[in-house]
């Protein structure tokens, strides 16, 4: 069916009853302002806000963050820690080098020992005793009894007692000093071991040895008054009027030969061998070990992935 132009022109135009009646039931069914924000309201109530919602509100993308040096661990701690194995490496280095020291020393006092022994010239100089110390040598004389020392107190077996000290004097009137050995204390009398304390001309055999050092925990000698606490070649030898000359008597110990010598208040002498301690090992042990143990902490304490590193970096606009 075509309609006309003249038609479609009055449907159109304003004043067309059928346009006015549908107008207004379209503005009829469209909802007011009044009528939607109670709906709007009832909407957004039923989510959370979010930091979004916020007309100010600027996200991580939008501002770059600042970094921080979140590894900055490198204090006094750490330092000490790496210089503890360098230090422990050095010590262990060092006493491989004692070690290779200390056995050659004792080797060639152990060629010494085996060697016949010497007899002791009359007068010696002791500059050159570190040269022959631990050599074994004999001399002949007469013990002055009446100039003995006892230094101590000293330990044998569990024991308490003191070392005997008695000068040598020889036919040219020279003395030496006699290191003779332990003596328990309830024979320091001399009347209690006469057996001890032998007369006339005898043969002294022992090792030359070089003079003592006192530690710091030795108290000093009181020579005034008898007390002798470690044996002071030099001190000994002034008051005696001896050589600076130390001797140490031998005795080739063994159990029987022990007791009765202690029992008859016969000094005990030392046996003829190396008294040197050689622990050097073990020093070497503890060292390295202790250089391993402080390089593995510091290794991980270096890797130990840095601790709070979210709270250590901050958002900041002014990047």
Same mark, same amino acid.
């Given at each position: 069916?075509?309609?006309? !132009?003249?038609?479609?022109?009055?449907?159109?135009?304003? /004043?067309? !009853?059928?346009?006015?009646?549908?107008?207004? $039931?379209?503005?009829?069914?469209?909802?007011?302002?009044?009528? @939607?924000?109670? *709906?709007?309201? @009832?909407?957004q109530s039923s989510f959370p806000r979010q930091p979004a919602d916020s007309p100010g509100f600027v996200s991580l993308v939008d501002a770059p963050v600042q970094l921080v040096r979140a590894n900055k661990r490198?204090? $006094?701690?750490?330092?000490?820690?790496?210089?503890?194995? $360098?230090?422990? &490496?050095?010590?262990?280095?060092?006493?491989?080098q004692r070690l290779g020291w200390k056995t050659e020393l004792i080797a060639r006092y152990e060629d010494r020992l085996v060697r016949d022994p010497l007899p002791l010239p009359p007068t010696i100089d002791p500059s050159v005793v570190k040269d022959f110390d631990y050599r074994r040598v004999w001399a002949k004389g007469t013990l002055r009894h009446d100039?003995?020392?006892?230094?101590? %107190?000293?330990?044998?077996?569990?024991?308490?007692?003191?070392? =005997?000290?008695? %000068?040598?004097?020889?036919?040219?009137?020279?003395?030496?000093?006699?290191?003779?050995?332990?003596?328990?204390?309830?024979?320091?009398?001399?009347?209690?071991?006469? *057996?001890? =304390?032998?007369?006339?001309?005898?043969?002294?055999?022992?090792?030359?040895?070089?003079? &003592?050092?006192? /530690?710091? &925990?030795?108290?000093?000698?009181?020579?005034?008054?008898?007390?002798?606490?470690?044996?002071?070649? #030099?001190?000994?030898?002034?008051?005696?009027?001896?050589?600076?000359?130390?001797?140490?008597?031998?005795?080739?110990?063994?159990?029987?030969?022990?007791?009765? @010598?202690?029992?008859?208040?016969? !000094?005990?002498?030392?046996? #003829?061998?190396?008294?040197?301690?050689?622990?050097?090992?073990?020093?070497?042990?503890?060292?390295? #070990? $202790?250089? +391993? +143990?402080?390089?593995?902490? &510091?290794?991980?304490?270096?890797?130990? !992935?840095?601790?709070?590193?979210?709270? @250590?970096?901050? +958002?900041?606009?002014?990047?």
């Amino acid at each position: 069916m075509r309609v006309s !132009p003249s038609l479609l022109r009055y449907l159109r135009s304003a /004043n067309n !009853p059928a346009i006015h009646h549908a107008q207004s $039931l379209h503005h009829a069914a469209r909802p007011t302002p009044t009528t @939607r924000m109670p *709906l709007l309201r @009832r909407f957004q109530s039923s989510f959370p806000r979010q930091p979004a919602d916020s007309p100010g509100f600027v996200s991580l993308v939008d501002a770059p963050v600042q970094l921080v040096r979140a590894n900055k661990r490198h204090g $006094l701690g750490l330092i000490v820690l790496a210089i503890i194995p $360098l230090t422990a &490496f050095a010590l262990g280095s060092w006493q491989v080098q004692r070690l290779g020291w200390k056995t050659e020393l004792i080797a060639r006092y152990e060629d010494r020992l085996v060697r016949d022994p010497l007899p002791l010239p009359p007068t010696i100089d002791p500059s050159v005793v570190k040269d022959f110390d631990y050599r074994r040598v004999w001399a002949k004389g007469t013990l002055r009894h009446d100039q003995e020392i006892l230094v101590g %107190p000293r330990v044998h077996d569990g024991e308490n007692g003191y070392s =005997v000290i008695t %000068p040598l004097e020889r036919k040219d009137g020279s003395k030496i000093l006699i290191s003779r050995g332990w003596i328990s204390k309830e024979k320091l009398q001399q009347s209690s071991r006469p *057996l001890g =304390v032998p007369q006339g001309e005898v043969v002294i055999e022992g090792l030359l040895r070089e003079p &003592f050092e006192k /530690n710091m &925990f030795t108290p000093d000698n009181k020579p005034e008054e008898g007390l002798w606490y470690f044996p002071d070649v #030099a001190q000994m030898a002034a008051q005696s009027g001896s050589q600076a000359v130390w001797i140490e008597e031998t005795f080739g110990q063994d159990m029987m030969g022990t007791l009765d @010598r202690q029992a008859k208040g016969i !000094p005990i002498g030392r046996p #003829a061998e190396v008294n040197l301690r050689n622990n050097h090992t073990q020093y070497i042990f503890t060292w390295y #070990a $202790l250089a +391993a +143990a402080t390089s593995i902490m &510091f290794y991980m304490v270096v890797k130990k !992935p840095a601790s709070g590193l979210k709270s @250590r970096v901050r +958002a900041s606009k002014e990047w």
